[in-house]
Protein backbone atom coordinates (compact mmCIF):
# COMPACT_ATOMS: atom_id res chain seq x y z
CA UNK A 1 0.00 0.00 0.00
CA UNK A 2 1.51 3.43 -0.82
CA UNK A 3 1.86 5.70 1.78
CA UNK A 4 2.95 9.37 1.55
CA UNK A 5 4.75 10.98 5.17
CA UNK A 6 5.34 14.51 5.05
CA UNK A 7 7.29 16.35 7.88
CA UNK A 8 8.47 20.01 8.12
CA UNK A 9 5.10 22.12 8.76
CA UNK A 10 4.72 24.20 11.98
CA UNK A 11 4.43 28.20 12.85
CA UNK A 12 6.73 30.73 11.28
CA UNK A 13 6.36 34.73 11.11
CA UNK A 14 5.86 36.34 7.84
CA UNK A 15 8.97 37.19 6.08
CA UNK A 16 10.59 33.78 7.32
CA UNK A 17 11.44 29.86 6.01
CA UNK A 18 9.89 26.44 6.22
CA UNK A 19 11.38 22.66 4.72
CA UNK A 20 8.65 20.68 3.30
CA UNK A 21 9.68 17.07 3.28
CA UNK A 22 7.60 13.95 1.54
CA UNK A 23 8.58 10.40 1.06
CA UNK A 24 6.44 7.46 -0.36
CA UNK A 25 7.00 4.09 1.11
CA UNK A 26 5.12 0.79 -0.51
CA UNK A 27 5.67 2.07 -3.73
CA UNK A 28 7.83 -0.29 -6.22
CA UNK A 29 7.71 2.27 -9.14
CA UNK A 30 8.87 6.10 -9.83
CA UNK A 31 6.45 8.76 -9.83
CA UNK A 32 5.05 10.43 -13.12
CA UNK A 33 4.70 13.76 -11.01
CA UNK A 34 4.79 14.38 -7.65
CA UNK A 35 4.61 17.51 -5.36
CA UNK A 36 2.98 19.67 -2.91
CA UNK A 37 -0.96 20.83 -3.00
CA UNK A 38 -2.67 23.47 -0.14
CA UNK A 39 -5.86 23.79 0.72
CA UNK A 40 -7.25 26.68 3.83
CA UNK A 41 -10.61 26.06 4.65
CA UNK A 42 -13.43 27.13 2.74
CA UNK A 43 -11.29 27.15 -0.57
CA UNK A 44 -10.59 24.36 -3.24
CA UNK A 45 -7.16 22.26 -2.65
CA UNK A 46 -5.07 23.97 -5.52
CA UNK A 47 -1.32 23.06 -6.70
CA UNK A 48 1.71 24.96 -5.12
CA UNK A 49 4.57 23.25 -6.53
CA UNK A 50 5.19 19.86 -9.02
CA UNK A 51 7.76 18.14 -10.76
CA UNK A 52 7.95 15.52 -13.39
CA UNK A 53 9.33 12.57 -13.71
CA UNK A 54 11.58 14.54 -16.76
CA UNK A 55 12.89 17.09 -13.90
CA UNK A 56 10.29 19.38 -15.25
CA UNK A 57 9.05 21.63 -12.57
CA UNK A 58 6.00 23.75 -12.18
CA UNK A 59 5.27 26.45 -9.71
CA UNK A 60 1.64 28.03 -8.78
CA UNK A 61 2.00 31.94 -9.68
CA UNK A 62 1.34 32.39 -6.04
CA UNK A 63 4.35 30.86 -4.64
CA UNK A 64 6.45 31.65 -7.70
CA UNK A 65 10.14 32.50 -6.97
CA UNK A 66 9.71 32.22 -2.95
CA UNK A 67 9.24 28.59 -3.30
CA UNK A 68 12.26 26.03 -4.35
CA UNK A 69 11.05 22.29 -5.17
CA UNK A 70 13.37 19.17 -5.25
CA UNK A 71 12.73 15.82 -5.78
CA UNK A 72 14.51 12.40 -5.96
CA UNK A 73 12.62 10.31 -8.89
CA UNK A 74 14.42 7.29 -7.89
CA UNK A 75 13.70 7.94 -4.25
CA UNK A 76 9.92 9.05 -4.62
CA UNK A 77 10.85 12.22 -2.24
CA UNK A 78 9.82 15.34 -2.91
CA UNK A 79 11.49 18.39 -0.62
CA UNK A 80 9.88 22.20 -0.59
CA UNK A 81 12.26 25.13 0.51
CA UNK A 82 9.78 28.01 1.27
CA UNK A 83 10.94 31.18 1.68
CA UNK A 84 9.53 34.82 2.68
CA UNK A 85 6.48 33.19 3.56
CA UNK A 86 3.57 35.24 3.56
CA UNK A 87 -0.04 34.91 5.86
CA UNK A 88 -1.55 34.02 2.54
CA UNK A 89 1.15 31.18 3.06
CA UNK A 90 -1.40 29.66 6.16
CA UNK A 91 -3.05 26.41 4.85
CA UNK A 92 -2.25 22.45 5.18
CA UNK A 93 0.12 21.22 2.56
CA UNK A 94 -0.33 17.91 1.25
CA UNK A 95 2.13 15.88 -0.62
CA UNK A 96 0.66 14.56 -3.81
CA UNK A 97 2.25 11.43 -6.17
CA UNK A 98 0.80 10.48 -9.02
CA UNK A 99 2.12 7.66 -10.81
CA UNK A 100 0.35 4.09 -13.22
CA UNK A 101 -3.17 6.67 -13.68
CA UNK A 102 -3.61 7.23 -10.23
CA UNK A 103 -2.63 10.16 -7.62
CA UNK A 104 -1.88 9.46 -3.90
CA UNK A 105 -2.16 11.69 -1.08
CA UNK A 106 -0.45 12.49 1.98
CA UNK A 107 -2.77 13.31 4.97
CA UNK A 108 -1.51 17.00 5.07
CA UNK A 109 0.78 19.03 7.39
CA UNK A 110 -0.29 22.53 8.83
CA UNK A 111 1.65 25.89 8.03
CA UNK A 112 0.71 28.82 10.03
CA UNK A 113 2.55 31.95 9.35
CA UNK A 114 1.74 34.46 11.68
CA UNK A 115 3.25 36.59 14.22
Known amino acids: QVQLVESGGGLVQPGGSLRLSCAASGVAFSFDAMGWYRQTPGKEREWAALITSGGTINYANAVKGRFTLAGDNGKNTVNLQMNSLKPEDTAVYYC?????????WGKGTLVTVSS
Open 96 to 104: MMAAHGSMY
